[in-house]
């Protein structure tokens, strides 16, 4: 064993002490002492650490209705999700294989664990398992935060997936299906007359023969932004809204709030595809809460006045430091940042 | 600065170039066995130097670091011929280990973890899958398993190892074996 692997071994086997349930201010002074023992044993576990932390980006892929709390009723399967075939992510690169790894470790494995617990899970995977030989054609694609994807589908069809997006796609010889779950996607759909190309989200639905556009789903809002063509919006049960160029829908169950953009704003909107915000004169708490959609590191107004101010300007999405050195040498704001946090106010 | 906000700082800026050094220094050692030793040292000399002074550009620090480290080594060795002798002084590193974006881009950190993930040994993925994916704790983990809480620390803790190590070689592991490849050809020069 080199002395590399001996010491990444211990720094690994205090990580994971550290990540138990048990954890001491005893054992914590030990940890301390070793890692005041040599540098070389707090790289070692930094860098372990860091791996770990960022292994929390694996949570994207939990299951959309996700057993995470165990009381899952035995009757789950909804209207809404019955309607959505591809749920189950079938040929998903990604959670497919966690489904798999479910049903997997469901069936042989060591079910020795409380049937309660067990009941629930069940229920879920159940449902999945239905609903995945159903249809296969689902595809499921997600991005992590701060990320951005751009997907070609078969019909020639482009979308871009912002930040902590995750949607399924079904093309067939007959329709094409996009199902919205979470975050943004810029739509450009190439023009087939004979196959209506459909987003759903929630209860929402836009049908459009080809045209650009953008969607964002902010729980059950969806904020519809058309670039190009036409489309047609319909939320719950109704009646159906047309949207052309510029127009900028908000719709929320049973309500669509439609407002028109100018080619500045509408420009402005769309720069997430280069990776970037434009703010036109918008509070800090609402630049705040873009930018908090890009970054682990979240951006904290900590008092109402300072999320009063007024901010303008091109910005990179990812990089909330900058923003948040700009804050403070341009408005003399107070910033204090912390691993995971950056904390501004008016005063210190 | 304190070893705790200097250990952030590490972080964020040193250990994000994983990636570049692990291919700089297998381009420019032979015996792989020992590039983590040498990973790990680089590291430790880095951290050292960061208590005294943060350089400006975090990279090219990094290496630096590690090119002084392998002509410290090569010396030791003495058993260096001429010509590794002269292929240690040209230790420059090349536009492609100074462009980080070019790798990063290439897969996704999602994919890279979730192909660390595949790539465990069923129970390890398992417990890291449970603890990762669905958020569980360590003895929830336990629970739903039906196995003890020190089985799960130690599963932690071999996860966590080759994770890193994923992460650091991820979507460069075929560059390394042509970097290695190049290396041994330009040796033959």
Redesign the interface.
């Known amino acids: 064993m080199?002395?590399?692997?001996d010491?990444?071994?211990q720094a690994?086997?205090w990580?994971?002490?550290r990540?138990?349930?048990?954890w001491t201010v005893a054992r914590q002074q030990a940890l301390e002492a070793w890692?005041a023992e040599?540098?070389?044993h707090?790289?070692?576990y930094?860098?372990?650490?860091?791996?770990?932390q960022?292994?929390?980006?694996?949570?994207?892929?939990?299951p959309a209705q996700?057993?995470?709390a165990p009381a899952v009723p035995v009757s789950e399967p909804s209207s809404e999700l019955s309607s959505e075939p591809g749920r189950a992510t079938a040929n998903a690169?990604?959670s497919a294989?966690?489904v798999d790894?479910l049903r997997n470790?469901l069936s042989p494995g060591?079910?020795?664990?409380?049937m309660a617990?067990m009941a629930g899970l069940l229920a879920l995977v159940v449902g999945l398992g239905l609903r995945l030989d159903a249809a296969s054609s689902g595809q499921l694609h997600?991005?992590?935060v701060g990320?951005r994807?751009v997907l070609a589908l078969r019909d020639g069809s482009r979308l871009t997936l912002n930040t902590s997006t995750r949607l399924r796609t079904e093309i067939s010889a007959d329709q094409r299906r996009v199902w919205l779950d979470a975050g943004e996607a810029y739509f450009e759909v190439a023009h087939d007359p004979g196959r209506p190309f459909v987003v759903l989200s929630g209860n929402h639905r836009i049908t459009v023969l080809g045209t650009k556009f953008s969607v964002h789903r902010d729980g059950d809002q969806l904020r519809v932004l058309v670039v190009e063509g036409r489309v047609e919006l319909s939320s719950g049960a109704a009646a159906a809204t047309l949207l052309t160029k510029a127009d900028n829908a908000l719709a929320s169950p049973g309500l669509v709030r439609l407002s028109h953009e100018s080619a500045q704003g509408l420009d402005a909107n769309m720069r997430w595809l280069e990776g970037k915000l434009q703010f036109d004169g918008i509070t800090l708490e609402a630049a705040a809460r873009q930018f908090n959609r890009y970054n682990q590191k979240q951006l904290l107004i900590t008092d109402a006045e300072a999320g009063r101010i007024r901010i303008g300007g091109t910005f990179d999405a990812n990089n909330v430091e900058q923003f948040a050195r700009l804050l403070h040498t341009g408005f003399g704001l107070n910033v204090v940042v912390s691993?995971d946090v950056i904390r501004v106010a008016l005063k210190p | 600065m304190t070893d705790e906000e200097l250990g952030r700082w590490f972080v964020d800026q040193v250990l994000r170039v994983e990636p570049q050094l692990m291919r700089f220094l297998r381009r420019n050692w032979r015996e792989s066995d020992e590039v983590d030793d040498l990973r790990q040292e680089v590291y430790a000399r880095a951290f050292d130097h960061c208590r005294r002074s943060l350089p400006e550009s975090p990279l090219a620090f990094v290496l630096s670091v590690a090119k002084h480290l392998l002509i410290d080594r090569a010396r030791r060795k003495q058993i260096v011929s001429i010509e590794t002798y002269a292929d240690i002084e040209a230790l420059e590193p090349t536009v492609d280990e100074l462009s980080p974006e070019r790798h990063q881009s290439a897969r996704s950190e999602l994919q890279l973890l979730q192909l660390a993930l595949d790539a465990l040994p069923e129970r390890c993925r398992q417990v890291v899958a449970l603890r990762k994916i669905e958020g569980l704790s360590q003895r929830e983990v336990a629970a739903r398993l039906g196995i003890t809480e020190d089985t799960v620390e130690r599963q932690v803790s071999k996860g966590v190892r080759a994770l890193a190590k994923a992460l650091a070689d991820g979507g460069t592991a075929i560059s390394a074996e042509q970097a290695q490849a190049s290396a041994a050809n330009r040796r033959q020069l």
């Open positions: 080199t002395q590399a692997c010491i990444d071994a690994a086997d990580l994971a002490a990540d138990g349930d048990d890692l040599s540098t070389a707090r790289v070692a930094l860098r372990l650490k860091a791996a770990w960022r292994a929390d980006r694996l949570q994207v892929l939990r996700a057993p995470a690169p990604l294989r966690w790894w470790w060591p079910v020795a664990a409380g617990v997600a991005t992590g990320e994807a691993n």
